[in-house]
C-alpha cells in the first residue's frame, strides 16, 4: 500500500507541473522509461487521468508482462520493446508528441554495496523497508545506476526535436525520474543546476516522498527548447 500511495504521488506531482488542464484530460502523452512488468505508472495514470502512455522496457520477461497488464486494463497504453544498449533513452522511431516522462531506474551500479547507506530506499518491487532488496537484478541494478541514467536522460532532454513536442499544457514536455538513494541527491542538483546555468533548462524541481519508513525523491525539469510553462514555486524546489 505505502509503494502505491508513492507511486501515486509521484503522478499527482506530475499533474502540477503540467498545470491544470492535465487533469482528466485524454489528450496528455507520457512516456514511462523502463515501466517494468507491472506497468504501474501508466495503468496509475490512464485510471486517474485518462492519460495516453507509451510504456517502454528493454527485458524480455517484464516487456512480456508489462504488456498483458496493459492489455487487460487499459487501452490507452502502448508498450515498447527496447534494447537496452541503444544509442537513445526515448524510442523515437515508435512514439510521436508527448507532453512527459517519468522513470523509476535500477538505483545502484552494478557491483556496488549497496549496504553503504542506511537511507537507501528499495526498488518499487513490493518491499516495506529500506532495508529489504527484493526484485530481479535488473530492476535493482543498471550500469553507472541512476545518476548515469540522469545525465542520459538530461542530454537527450536538451537536445528533443521539436516535432515531439506535443504542447497539450505546457510548450515543452516535463521530464522527470525517481532518485532512491540520498548520497545521489547532491548530485543531481548539481547537475541540474549546472545545466540551467548553461541556459539549457527553463526550470527544475525537486519533490520528497515519504510513506512510512520508505523515502524517495522525484526531480524533474523542462528543457529550454522554447517559451513554457514555469510552475509555481508551492509546486516544487529551485
Not at 496509475?44 to 487521468?49: E, Y
Not at 541494478?141 to 542520459?152: A, P, V, Y
Not at 499544457?169 to 532512491?180: A, E, H, R, Y
Not at 512510512?212 to 529550454?224: F, H, L, Q
Amino acid at each position: 500500500l505505502l509503494l502505491l500511495i508513492n507511486r501515486l504521488d509521484y503522478l499527482h506531482w506530475i499533474e502540477d507541473l503540467l498545470g491544470p488542464t492535465a487533469r482528466n484530460n485524454p489528450n496528455v502523452v507520457g512516456i514511462d522509461v523502463g515501466s517494468g512488468a507491472s506497468c504501474i505508472y501508466p495503468l496509475l495514470g490512464s485510471a486517474l487521468n485518462r492519460w495516453h502512455f507509451y510504456a517502454t522496457e528493454s527485458n524480455q520477461q517484464s516487456y512480456e508482462y508489462c504488456c498483458r497488464n496493459a492489455s487487460l486494463r487499459s487501452a490507452t497504453i502502448d508498450c515498447l520493446k527496447v534494447s537496452e544498449d541503444a544509442a537513445s533513452i526515448l524510442p523515437y522511431s515508435d512514439i510521436e508528441a508527448f507532453d512527459f516522462v517519468v522513470c523509476n531506474p535500477p538505483f545502484d551500479t552494478q557491483g556496488s554495496d549497496n549496504d553503504n547507506d542506511n537511507r537507501e530506499v528499495v526498488a518499487a518491487v513490493g518491499a516495506t523497508a529500506p532495508d529489504s532488496h527484493l526484485g530481479k537484478p535488473w530492476e535493482l541494478m543498471s550500469k553507472g545506476g541512476e545518476i548515469t541514467m540522469l545525465n542520459r536522460l538530461l542530454d537527450e532532454s536538451v537536445k528533443l526535436p521539436l516535432s515531439y513536442v506535443k504542447g497539450t499544457c505546457t510548450k515543452s514536455p516535463v521530464f522527470s525520474m525517481l532518485i532512491g538513494r540520498v548520497s545521489s541527491l547532491p548530485v543531481a542538483r548539481k547537475v541540474l543546476e549546472d545545466a540551467k546555468t548553461r541556459g539549457e533548462l527553463e526550470w527544475w524541481r525537486e519533490h520528497c516522498m515519504k510513506q512510512g519508513r520508505t523515502e524517495r525523491w522525484a526531480i524533474a525539469w523542462s528543457p529550454a527548447l522554447m517559451e513554457c510553462h514555469v510552475p509555481e514555486e508551492g509546486d516544487g524546489l529551485v
